[in-house]
Every structure is written in C-alpha cells, then in structure tokens.
C-alpha cells in the first residue's frame, strides 16, 4: 500500500521549521537563519520513501501582521491549514511555552486531520524540561503523539518521519519521485543569497531585505551559469552595511551564495549581486509582487 499526504510545519516564529524542514528532506529547501520571520512563503518540501511520498509545507512563522509583506506571510501560514492530511506543531522546548502555544494545540487538535506536536531543540533543553512539555501537551484530546527532536543535530528525526508516515492516507505519489520541492530555481536561488545576507550580518540589518534576479542564463556552449541580482534594503545606512568597506561584505555574500547555488546546480556560476535602497518595499505592492510575493486577496 502506497501512502501519500501533506503536511504542515507549524509553529511560533524561530522555533526551527525551516531546519527541520531541511533535515526531513535532506537538502535545502527552506532558507535557515536565527533572525525571526526568515521563511515568507509556504515551501513545499518532498521525502520519498519506498512506500510513502511526505509533501512537507515549512510556513511562515505566526506573528502580528504590521505591513503587506507581513499580511501576504500570515495569509500563506493560514492556507497551509487548510487541506492538509496532518499537521506538525513545533515548539521550542529549551524557552518555556505560552499559553499561545497550548490555545494553537488545543484549537487544532481536534481538527480532520491529525496533529503531532514536536518538541524541538531537546538538546539544549534537557531532560526535565522535555518532561515537564509532555505532561503539560499529553492530556489535550487529539494529540497524536508527542515527540523530542533536535532537528539541526538530527536526534530522532527518524522516528518523527515514522510517525509522520503512520498518518498518511492511502494515495498515489503527487511529484515526480526524484523532487525535493516544487520551487523553481529562481525561487531557490533568491532564498540563498536572502539567507547569506542576513547570516552574515546578524544583527546589524533588520529582516526587512529582499532579493531579486535580473539574470540567469546559460553560456553558450559552456557548462556555466551566469547569475545577476539585486539585494533590497530599506535604508541608505543598510546599504553601506551590506556592502562593507570596499565592498568587502558584498563580496562575502556572493561568495557563500555562489558556492551553495554551485552545489544545487552541480556546475560553475559566476554571480554578481547589487544592492538597492527601496524605502519601505515592504508596503510596495508592485515591488512584493516583482520579488515574488503575491498580494492579491491578501488584505
């Protein structure tokens, strides 16, 4: 019997959805940072396995709404609920729990579909706090299982995707086999250069940064691809962070996303990056749109 389903990664802001994400799948998939807010759109992740096809759906984390961008992001967390086959709650397991967290749990688990909670990051948690989350998740009605993981380490990710698995429906598989995710390349390539840049600068950009491509083509005759893109910022002052002195930061960016974009594409790329202030791009429509953000039906 073939199983096959989607399932939803939900959870607060930073608690690791995007690096369980990519530990399910085994690439990179969804863009890995410890800024809050990092994924904007719902990325479908593919696993594989002999019997099963898992389609994970990593959303955006749930906040408060402040502009466009965040509309278009709490929009596409509120539609990956909707006709799943199950869902993952992931929390934090090392920073207490709020009473929102028990509320999501309690309103969704006695949903259609199934709903696992994931106590992630056990590692730096230990193991009296890990006890002391099941006792307070285990009485809630519908929860199917409760498990610890650390998703960046790998701990008892094997057993999650077990259980995962259990839940599916009876069904044939939905994406060519050999798919890791339904994002095009160009999707892929601006999330790399997104996750560089605010990797790299840490605290000194806020997240307000966009990335689009102006190029990405072929050489004639040559197993190389030439890639062109623009950083978007929302302050002169960032700008010059982003660049660096004598460009020195901007070089880095490109460097560490060109040799990932190299190893997704198994070839040499030659990529130039430019950096752009647009003030508030984030309220843009026409800008959100042009770096992939639809907003149609999202106020």
Same mark, same amino acid.
């Given at each position: ?11 607060? @802001? ?5 690096? #369980?994400?990519?530990? #399910? ?14 994924t904007r ?11 099963? /096809? @898992? ?19 709490? &929009?596409?967390?509120? /539609? ?34 199934p709903l ?16 002391? #989350? ?7 009605? +519908?929860?199917?299982?409760?498990? *610890?993981?650390? @998703? ?16 599916? *429906? ?35 950009? *806020?997240? +307000?940064?966009?990335?689009?491509l102006q190029?990405?083509? &072929?050489?004639?005759?040559?197993? =190389?691809?030439?890639?062109? +893109?623009? =950083?978007?910022? %929302?302050? %002169? ?30 070839? /040499? ?29 999202? /106020?």
């Open positions: 019997m073939f199983k096959t389903g989607f399932i939803a990664i939900n959870g607060k @802001a930073n608690v690791g959805k995007s690096t #369980l994400t990519n530990r #399910l799948v085994g690439e990179k998939v969804s863009i890995v940072s410890w800024k809050a807010h990092t759109d719902n990325i479908l992740g593919i696993v594989n396995g002999e019997d099963y /096809q @898992a389609i994970f759906i990593d959303t955006p984390g749930l906040h408060t709404a402040k502009n466009k961008l965040d509309k278009y992001m709490m &929009k596409s967390a509120r /539609q990956a609920m909707n006709d799943v086959d199950l869902m993952l709650y992931v929390i934090d397991s090392d920073a207490r729990p709020d009473e929102y967290d028990i509320e999501f749990v309690k309103m969704h688990a006695d949903r259609e579909y696992i909670v994931v106590l992630n990051k056990e590692d730096k948690a230990g193991p009296e706090k890990i006890l002391n #989350l099941i006792d307070m998740m285990k009485d809630i009605d +519908g929860v199917k299982a409760i498990i *610890p993981i650390s @998703a960046i380490r790998g701990d008892n990710v094997d057993h999650l995707l077990e259980e995962i698995v259990k839940y599916l *429906p009876e069904g044939e598989a939905i994406y060519d086999r050999d798919e890791v995710s339904d994002k095009d390349l160009a999707f892929m390539m601006r999330e790399i250069v997104r996750e560089k840049t605010l990797r790299l600068l840490d605290k000194e950009v *806020p997240y +307000g940064i966009g990335v689009s190029k990405f083509r &072929k050489r004639e005759g040559k197993d =190389i691809y030439d890639i062109e +893109g623009t =950083i978007y910022c %929302e302050k %002169e002052n960032h700008k010059g962070i982003i660049i660096g002195k004598n460009g020195s930061m901007l070089k880095k960016i490109s460097t560490y996303s060109r040799q990932d974009i190299e190893d997704m594409l198994g070839t /040499q790329v030659c990529l130039k990056l430019w950096v752009k202030v647009k003030p508030d791009w984030r309220e843009d429509v026409s800008t959100l749109e042009k770096l992939g953000y639809s907003t149609k039906n999202n /106020q």
